[in-house]
């Protein structure tokens, strides 16, 4: 009897230092959005967004997990940013441009960089850099159908600064964003999915935040489109 009341016990002290642990790292922490009207719309962490739907009366119509899809969804036709990286623009649908806050504008590219007007808006292949003007990738749907935008953004240059904003954007409508701090060289896993028609654009924005020292910033963009398995 002493024997199985001491194995119990040590099971539930394991249980408790797993749980323990399970639940003290700073990435398990989470932000809750709510709609306008105090629905809960989305829990989300470093890692992974889950996302509500309701019906115009207010009840719960689905659930959907955007950091873990592949049990339901496969991904086909993916285009990496950095795959893409080249002196064309609408290579594998992705352009190189800056955004001045009222408009996008085409990039010219040169000695292996894309230069906005502003002095040092401009993209290499691994990191993307505002100034003035936000530095901006855009992909275009070649056509329609539901998307999946992943990858990971973060500082470059985590050395100083003051960080930078971030945001995906659906032709005018805010999807997702995020402030990056300087030192932040972890920074966000993305998992969207959206619907998208032909002729859709999707953009990754990086704006200096007050100043663009050490404003470089890694963002390798994915997308693909997925097809219920």
């Given at each position: ?20 642990v ?29 996302c ?33 990286y ?25 000695k292996?960089q ?13 990191a ?102």
């Amino acid at each position: 009897m002493n024997s199985l009341l001491a194995f119990f016990i040590c099971a539930f002290l394991l249980f408790f230092v797993v749980f323990l642990v399970a639940n003290s790292y700073p990435d398990n922490t989470l932000n809750y959005e709510y709609d306008s009207i105090g629905r809960l719309n989305c829990i989300e962490s470093r890692s992974n967004r889950e996302c509500y739907q309701y019906d115009p009366q207010g009840n719960l119509l689905s659930k959907s997990n955007e950091g873990n899809l592949n049990g339901k969804y496969k991904p086909i036709e993916v285009s990496s940013s950095y795959d893409a990286y080249g002196g064309v623009q609408g290579n594998q649908n992705w352009y190189y441009q800056e955004w001045n806050g009222t408009s996008y504008k085409d990039m010219s590219y040169k000695k292996g960089q894309w230069l906005g007007s502003s002095p040092v808006t401009l993209f290499i292949k691994e990191a993307m850099h505002p100034d003035e003007t936000d530095a901006v990738r855009k992909w275009v749907a070649p056509k329609s159908g539901l998307v999946r935008i992943a990858g990971n953004v973060a500082m470059y240059d985590a050395v100083g600064g003051d960080g930078v904003n971030v945001k995906i954007m659906k032709n005018n409508i805010q999807l997702w964003s995020k402030k990056l701090n300087y030192n932040d060289s972890t920074g966000y896993e993305v998992g969207l999915t959206v619907a998208v028609n032909a002729g859709d654009s999707i953009y990754f924005l990086v704006n200096k935040n007050g100043t663009n020292l050490c404003d470089a910033t890694r963002w390798n963009s994915v997308i693909g489109y997925l097809d219920a398995r």
